[in-house]
């Protein structure tokens, strides 16, 4: 069975510096792989997907993910944070032969004035 | 257009009683998952529709619970006896058919639940 880790299940960073959110899921032959967001009391949102070509996807508001398929990874970057992006962050994989997604424990993001 | 609905928002319970949790998805949406949410525990996957059938139902914690899916939308998660441990956020989620490659699902604001 597919599993994913989300390595920090909390991340403090000041407005305007750098952040990572670590992602690693067991191996397959074929993954779709996402990142979704959740703000205060409010369902997932998705953030950006990767399904195939090529590996560096980016979302309409500064995030982005790359797919390293030798490290089983989809680290979620981005180069400057504001308040605003204070949420939840879930990573999921989708194995190709199933239809059913496994959701990582989710990463909290804490961006500080 | 409008997205997915889930009711109540909030429910509070006494312990051994009865709950219906509604999800109404996006038109359109063939696939339909409930998710439960716990603090610090991710998404628990429950059960899966595709149409009216549900061919994934294995991550149903016990014979307490219970979904069912009417005229290929609304879905009602049933919980009978609530426990204490049941207390969660249950979140709804709708796709196109999972066999689409572009494949998304779209999720509810979710509903607490907490059994007292």
């Known amino acids: 069975a597919q599993s994913v880790t989300q390595l920090d299940s909390q991340v403090p960073v000041f407005e305007e510096a750098p952040v990572e959110l670590r992602c690693n899921y067991s191996?397959?032959?074929?993954?779709?792989l996402f990142w979704y967001v959740q703000y205060p009391n409010q369902g997932l949102q998705l953030l950006l997907k990767y399904l195939s070509g090529s590996t560096l996807v980016e979302s309409i508001n500064g995030f982005e993910a790359e797919f390293n398929k030798s490290q089983t990874s989809f680290h979620l970057r981005k180069p400057s944070v504001h308040i605003s992006d204070t949420a939840e962050y879930f990573c999921?994989?989708?194995?190709?032969?199933?239809?059913?997604?496994?959701f990582g424990r989710g990463t909290s993001l804490i961006v500080h004035p | 257009g409008a997205g997915v609905s889930q009711s109540p928002s909030n429910k509070v319970t006494e312990k051994g009683k009865d709950v219906e949790l509604r999800c109404d998805p996006i038109s359109g949406h063939t696939a339909l998952y409930w998710y439960r949410q716990s603090l610090g525990q991710g998404l628990e996957f429950l059960i899966y529709f595709q149409g009216n059938s549900a061919p994934d139902k294995s991550g149903l914690p016990s014979d307490r619970f219970s979904a069912e899916r009417t005229g290929g939308s609304v879905s009602t998660l049933t919980i009978q006896r609530t426990q204490q441990e049941d207390s969660a956020v249950y979140l709804c989620a709708s796709s196109f058919s999972p066999g689409v490659v572009s494949y998304e699902q779209y999720f509810g604001p979710g509903t607490r639940l907490t059994v007292t």
């Open positions: 999921a994989v989708r194995s190709g032969g199933s239809y059913i997604p496994t």
């Open positions: 191996s397959s032959v074929s993954v779709y």
